[in-house]
């Protein structure tokens, strides 16, 4: 399947979830995470904010986990420029966020993150494919940040759906995810 055709049947199916699986499948995903990721020598975590209307992932159960278990690890969040890049800021506080005129919620201020200090990134998608490729919404925001992070900085993909064989028209812009956390388990690419 292209790009065009995931990114289409896997909103559709995201859409389609009921507010009690959407919630299901969101607790079971940070289960996964918290049970299955090292992190040990994290001290910077990137973590997208979940568009409600797309029903993305809550990434606030992460989010409020990692503030109350990991108080030494950093929170860094995105806010989008008109430039199709992301800025990234400490997370301070739900007071810092609001929702900009796509219904995206993102730091209104804080301190920006510096890339290098980031360590790892949960990545936002619609879906993935067996080696780690993913679909996102096609604008290119986490292909051109995940280039600019360091080579170990591990990419976590969340998806409410196991990967599909392929994504035929990967190019050479793609960002592979080195793992990917689905309610049922943890992948490694």
């Known amino acids: 399947m292209n790009k065009n055709k995931v990114r289409n049947n896997y909103l559709q199916l995201r859409l389609a979830l009921s507010e009690e699986e959407y919630r299901e499948f969101s607790q079971k995903l940070a289960a996964v995470f918290f049970s299955s990721v090292d992190l040990a020598r ?5 973590i997208f904010l979940p568009i409600a209307s797309k029903k993305e992932p809550d990434t606030w ?3 409020d986990q ?13 806010k ?13 506080g739900r007071n810092q ?9 993102e730091p ?22 067996q080696k780690g490729n993913r679909a ?23 998806s409410f759906f196991d990967p599909i064989d392929e994504i ?3 190019n050479l812009y793609d960002v592979k995810l080195t793992h990917c956390i689905t309610p049922a388990k943890l992948y490694t690419f």
């Open 42 to 46: 994290i001290s910077t975590i990137h």
């Open 61 to 63: 159960l992460i989010i």
């Open 97 to 105: 966020i609001k929702s900009n005129r796509w219904g995206i919620p």
């Open 80 to 92: 989008m420029s008109d430039e199709n890049r992301l800025t990234n800021f400490y997370f301070e």
């Open 108 to 129: 209104q201020f804080g301190d920006v993150t510096q890339v290098e200090k980031i360590d790892m990134v949960i990545v936002p998608l619609l879906a993935l494919d």
């Open 66 to 78: 990692l503030q109350k278990d990991f108080p030494g690890i950093r929170i860094s969040i995105p």
């Open 136 to 158: 996102g919404y096609g604008k290119g925001y986490y292909d051109f940040f995940l280039k600019l992070c360091r080579p170990d900085c591990k990419r976590i993909g969340l």
């Open 168 to 170: 035929a028209d990967i």
